[in-house]
């Protein structure tokens, strides 16, 4: 597994990162769940030949060659999670040389080092893909993957509860990070918000570290939303190159707006309409460029999503690397699914709207292949369930009144 490439030649860096393989299995559910197209499974692809990445190492880069030995994708996905099922004491998924967050690379770098965050983002796949096995007639792993979701949740309750939010990660000596304890990093905001969005965390303990999360993370006055806080600087603990940006910036305790949007989608899927709306609308680049004081300050494009936003004086308000495709497609579906309240599940719409308390309705338009959807959403009584719309590709055009 590469943890990036460069095409054609696919020269790439090969490392122990630890989430990098269990994006393949979300992806495909997704893709499986969305379009309802299963044959996308059977789709061979050979693998990757290179040697191991040794463990005094953080990574090597090369060429790798494609292997003789080729799988489907279905393959590719079962050996990617049980790659992913190795746990440290805690019984906590192994942070190898970082997880999402690229800056922790020494928090695991002798191979002990635990992750609170991954450990939700594994439970998500088990669970995900689980659904996936199942309609493969694979009802063996689909229960494989359910066992280990539900056991790793008992886990992170047992062993990443800090007393007012979910821990961080430990380091490979045992040490937590995102603790009270910590003079750096007492609060991640991602390992709350993905606790939300898996549904695995439990309910009380969960909305309370999301209050945590708005009172230590969100920042009105500037328009952001920190990742992690107090930044990392000059304490004993080095949690890898994240402490090499100044405090308050990317990574380092500015807004990573990835996690961001995580943690507007937490507060929408808690059912805190009005709090997720206005947390959206506060991180929308378009409000950093509303005056000229905000465009001075904001100094990058208001139309694009940017990587961050700087939360360190004499530059709060400031965008980082802009034009950043994987947080705009997330606040794509943060505007879309979580808050609008449409998905589509193979060959039908489901939709349940959260309408913010000023709005009394909107209309959106869906294309299904050649024919066209025209849904209008007036508010009234919110369905018990989700309004599914069938979907058909007739060239016609269908206008649909729903009440939510």
């Not at 990098?20 to 044959?39: E, H, I, K, Q």
């Not at 005094?56 to 080729?70: G, I």
């Not at 893909?129 to 886990?155: H, T």
């Not at 589509?344 to 000023?358: C, F, M, N």
Request: aromatic fraction near 12%; charged fraction near 25%.
């Amino acid at each position: 597994m590469q943890h990036w490439w460069h095409p054609p030649s696919d020269r790439g860096v090969r490392t122990h990162c630890s989430d990098d393989y269990l994006w393949l299995p979300l992806a495909a559910w997704r893709y499986v769940f969305s379009t309802g197209d299963m044959t996308v499974l059977d789709e061979q692809a050979h693998y990757l030949e290179g040697r191991p990445v040794a463990p005094e190492e953080d990574s090597y880069y090369d060429m790798p060659s494609r292997s003789a030995h080729a799988g489907d994708l279905y393959e590719h996905c079962v050996r990617a999670i049980r790659n992913g099922l190795r746990f440290g004491e805690h019984g906590l998924p192994l942070i190898g040389s970082c997880d999402w967050n690229d800056g922790m690379d020494k928090v695991g770098e002798h191979g002990k080092g635990e992750s609170v965050w991954l450990a939700w983002f594994l439970i998500e796949v088990l669970q995900r893909f689980a659904e996936v096995a199942e309609r493969r007639d694979d009802a063996d792993f689909a229960a494989e993957c359910r066992a280990q979701a539900k056991q790793l949740a008992a886990n992170i309750e047992a062993n990443a509860w800090d007393g007012q939010w979910y821990r961080r990660a430990y380091f490979d000596d045992g040490t937590p990070l995102g603790s009270a304890q910590n003079e750096e990093c007492q609060i991640d905001s991602i390992s709350q918000s993905w606790g939300v969005l898996t549904g695995a965390a439990d309910p009380v303990r969960v909305e309370g570290a999301m209050e945590q999360v708005e009172a230590r993370l969100v920042r009105r006055n500037f328009g952001l939303i920190q990742l992690l806080d107090p930044p990392f600087d000059k304490a004993d603990l080095n949690p890898g190159y994240i402490r090499g940006y100044v405090p308050g910036v990317r990574e380092n305790g500015g807004q990573y707006t990835h996690a961001a949007i995580w943690t507007v989608m937490a507060f929408a899927r808690l059912g805190d309409v009005e709090r997720a709306w206005e947390l959206m609308r506060m991180i929308n680049p378009v409000r950093h460029g509303a005056d000229p004081e905000g465009c001075a300050r904001y100094k990058v494009e208001p139309y694009v999503v940017t990587a961050d936003v700087y939360a360190v004086e004499p530059h709060v308000g400031r965008g980082g690397w802009s034009w950043y495709t994987g947080s705009s497609g997330w606040m794509y579906r943060l505007l879309l699914e979580s808050l609008l309240g449409l998905t589509r599940q193979a060959d039908k719409l489901l939709l349940a709207p959260r309408l913010p308390a000023a709005w009394p309705g909107f209309e959106l338009q869906y294309r299904h292949g050649s024919s066209t959807y025209l849904l209008r959403i007036t508010r009234g009584q919110a369905p018990a369930e989700p309004v599914e719309i069938a979907l058909v590709d007739d060239g016609a055009t269908y206008e649909i009144d729903i009440k939510a």
